[in-house]
């Protein structure tokens, strides 16, 4: 039986985990050193390894909780924190913490903040202060995850595609981004945005409203919305997330996503 169908197997309950434990380790360290991934993108589409994500649920249950320390840092848990970080030149904060079974590409800045096992961040990332990065999470180049950013983490089902965030996306300060959704290339999000996959998502630059769900196409600028809704009660303003304008395609990221701030006065 090859590992992929080993981990499915134990994961199912076929076979006994045991012997299963040498393939989710390797699994692990591979994941840790970034020769695999939760997802892959093919195209403009995402491929979820299901198996990857089987395997670090059965890990969970093959680790035992203990003391960790590093410094005067303690830490009482079942997964350790990821080391040699001067080698991978990737650049953490204290008390910043990247768990080990993540992989960041060199140039990768953690700030105080936290990426947990399973995700991929790519090379010139900045996750800023108290910014977090869940399981699996899919984190492109050149991002900025601003301070307080939650990316949330998607463990369950196995199947499930993790929160993706394309390369150049900037999340601006305290925006919450969870359940698998899709943030393209480029894309600007204004400071306190939540997006779920239920989130309306409402293009308002045209004579007609345009909504979709689950996620926001490239280089899109999107502000926190309401928009009213009807109950027995009363009518409410519901939470919704407004696309304002587009971002101007440029080869300096950096001009473009100040042009963009300033022309739609997007907090950040």
């Known amino acids: ?8 197997a134990a994961y199912a309950g076929d076979v ?44 969970f249950r093959l680790t035992e909780v203990r003391t960790m320390g590093a410094g005067p840092f303690e830490w009482f848990d079942k997964i350790p924190t990821k080391t040699d970080l001067e080698a991978a030149a990737v650049r953490v904060v204290p008390p910043g913490v990247v768990r080990y079974g993540a992989y960041c590409e060199p140039g990768v800045v953690v700030m105080p903040g936290y990426v947990n ?16 990065v869940g399981s699996c999470a899919q984190i492109g180049r050149d991002v900025h995850l601003s301070g307080g950013v939650g990316i949330g983490g998607v463990l369950e089902p196995p199947g499930a595609r993790p929160v993706i965030i394309e390369d150049g996306a900037f999340i601006g300060s305290r925006s919450i981004v969870v359940e698998g959704v899709h943030i393209g290339a480029g894309a600007v999000l204004g400071a306190n945005t939540t997006i779920t996959s239920s989130t309306p998502i409402i293009d308002v630059t045209g004579d007609e409203p345009v909504e979709q ?27 919704c997330a407004l696309i304002i304008g ?17 022309t739609f006065e997007v907090p950040v």
């Open 213 to 239: 769900r689950g996620s926001v196409p490239p280089n899109a600028v999107v502000v926190p919305g309401t928009r009213p809704k009807e109950f027995p009660a009363g009518t409410y303003d519901l939470q």
């Open 1 to 8: 039986m090859d590992r992929e169908a080993l981990i499915g």
């Open 16 to 59: 006994p985990l045991t012997d299963a434990k040498d393939a989710v380790f390797q699994t692990i360290a591979e994941l840790d050193a970034g020769s695999i991934r939760v997802a892959d993108k093919s195209g403009d589409d995402w491929v979820v390894n299901q198996w990857v994500k089987q395997a670090i649920m059965l890990y």
């Open 117 to 132: 096992i399973g995700a991929w961040v790519g090379q010139g990332t900045m996750v800023d202060t108290w910014a977090t």
């Open 246 to 262: 587009k971002r101007t395609e440029s080869t300096d990221k950096k001009t473009s996503l100040n042009d963009a701030l300033r």
